[in-house]
Antibody, heavy 121, light 110 residues
Framework: QVQLQESGPQLVNPSETLSLTCTVSGGSVSSDGYYWSWIRQPPGKGLEWIGFIYYTRNTEYNPSLKSRVTISIDTSKNLFSLKLASVTAADTAVYYC?????????????WGQGTLVTVSS | QSALTQPASVSGSPGQSITISCTGSSSDIGSYNLVSWYQQHPGKAPKVIIYEVTKRPSGISNRFSGSKSGSTASLTISGLQAEDEADYYCCSYTGTSTLIFGGGTKLTVL
């Protein structure tokens, strides 16, 4: 059973960089056939797809966030990471990591529990 | 890239059926059979209940069904149960290796 777990600071100052890690167990981020994704959900609001990474380090990002987002992968540690630069209060959200097959057919089939990140001074 | 359009809320009584619509465009739902639906209970992560428009993951009740017509996808829940009360989100592939979600629908079981 694949499990994903987000970790990182719960409080970030405005204008700084948000950094989160998603550790994968029960599966490998090096597996051919899966994209590893980040999704966020502001309090009381809907889901927003942030982007994904493949084990080859290929990435795709939501156009609305592309200028501020970097997703990376560490196959030796079986994890992938999110960096979001120049954050504001609007970036306060629960951040989830999740998996989707490369043919996009499976939907986001495994999710982490999510971690709330608050942007405030 | 605007969010897919869902009704903000729907309601139904136990045993009844409800349908949640999800309207996109020819760039997403209209072009790909890659629509998925997620159920989210308060404080929990979303869970996929429908993928590829009509397919159910193992363990998901057959009371949940999906369909699509043109650029609109739909989720139907039959035989409503109290445990179905949750938020529901649709999601579609967009053809540029990106995903887009709907705004979410709150289901109330009366």
């Amino acid at each position: 059973q694949v499990q994903l777990q987000e970790s990182g600071p719960q409080l970030v100052n405005p204008s700084e960089t948000l950094s989160l890690t998603c550790t994968v167990s029960g599966g490998s981020v090096s597996s051919d056939g899966y994209y590893w994704s980040w999704i966020r959900q502001p309090p009381g609001k809907g889901l927003e797809w942030i982007g994904f990474i493949y084990y080859t380090r290929n990435t795709e990002y939501n156009p609305s966030l592309k200028s501020r987002v970097t997703i990376s992968i560490d196959t030796s540690k079986n994890l992938f990471s999110l960096k979001l630069a120049s954050v504001t209060a609007a970036d306060t959200a629960v951040y989830y990591c999740a998996r989707v097959t490369t043919n996009w057919a499976s939907g986001l089939d495994y999710w982490g529990q999510g971690t709330l990140v608050t942007v405030s001074s | 890239q605007s969010a897919l359009t869902q009704p903000a809320s729907v309601s139904g009584s136990p045993g009844q059926s409800i349908t949640i619509s999800c309207t996109g465009s020819s760039s997403d739902i209209g072009s790909y059979n890659l629509v998925s639906w997620y159920q989210q209970h308060p404080g929990k992560a979303p869970k996929v209940i429908i993928y590829e428009v009509t397919k159910r993951p193992s363990g998901i009740s057959n009371r949940f069904s999906g369909s699509k017509s043109g650029s609109t996808a739909s989720l139907t829940i039959s035989g409503l149960q109290a445990e179905d009360e949750a938020d529901y989100y649709c999601c579609s592939y967009t053809g540029t290796s990106t995903l887009i979600f709907g705004g979410g629908t709150k289901l109330t079981v009366l």
